[in-house]
């Protein structure tokens, strides 16, 4: 089993930035992918970032590219999702996942596990 907690969500101003985290713990921190996904009140859960805990490779969504970082810290179990220069339309509750078997990065669907998710809100 595989326990997933997100922090350092919250309230900022549009063009701040914030870092969430999400420390893993019981199943070793391996596998294919961990990733962030968000879901805003009255839409779907979408795609972020991902990174391959194998190669270190990163995906993001196009709404996040150059704005977002995704990164490890394998010694702490901990991925991390440094967002810069927010949007209000960032604003959603964002979850990590764990991948432990094959699938595509960017589909919910394909994740094994999940946190409970911080809230982000970015105001204008």
């Known amino acids: 089993q595989v326990q997933l907690v997100e922090s350092g969500g919250g309230l900022v101003q549009a063009g701040g930035s914030l870092r969430l985290s999400c420390a893993n713990s019981g199943r070793a921190f391996s596998g294919y992918f961990r990733g962030w996904f968000r879901q805003a009140p009255g839409k779907e859960r979408e795609f972020v970032a991902a990174i391959n805990l194998s190669g270190g490779s990163t995906y993001y969504a196009d709404s996040v590219k150059g704005r977002f970082t995704i990164s490890r810290d394998t010694a702490k179990n901990t991925i991390y999702l440094q967002m810069s220069s927010l949007k209000p339309e960032d604003t959603a509750v964002y979850s990590c996942?764990?991948?432990?078997?094959?699938?595509?990065?960017?589909?919910?669907?394909?994740?094994?596990?999940w946190g409970q998710g911080t809230q982000v809100t970015v105001s204008s």
């Open positions: 996942a764990a991948r432990y078997y094959s699938g595509h990065y960017y589909n919910p669907a394909d994740y094994d596990y």
